[in-house]
């Protein structure tokens, strides 16, 4: 019982409203010569563009240009597939 609200009070932010936890996201421009740009935290998709744009300052008008690829840490680096057992 005491996990469950230690993991409460993590998760309470000081207004009352749980947390969100997001996840990461490779933010890449796909323009002439794209560009990796980075990498951003969001719970979505469109949300992470939102904060690229905003984060890596991108006007509205080349917004469309963003793509976004959400970042799983169970893959290995090197892009190889895992083996089952």
């Given at each position: ?15 009352g ?27 979505s ?10 984060e ?20 290995p ?9």
């Amino acid at each position: 019982m005491q996990i469950v609200e230690a993991y409460e009070a993590v998760a309470e932010k000081s207004n009352g409203s749980l947390m969100r936890f997001d996840a990461r996201w490779r933010v890449d421009y796909l323009g002439k010569k794209g560009s990796h740009l980075g990498t951003v935290e969001a719970a979505s998709e469109r949300e992470a563009i939102a904060e690229a744009a905003k984060e890596f300052n991108i006007p509205p008008a080349r917004q469309n240009k963003l793509a976004v690829t959400k970042i799983d840490g169970d893959q290995p680096k090197n892009g190889a597939t895992p083996r089952r057992r």
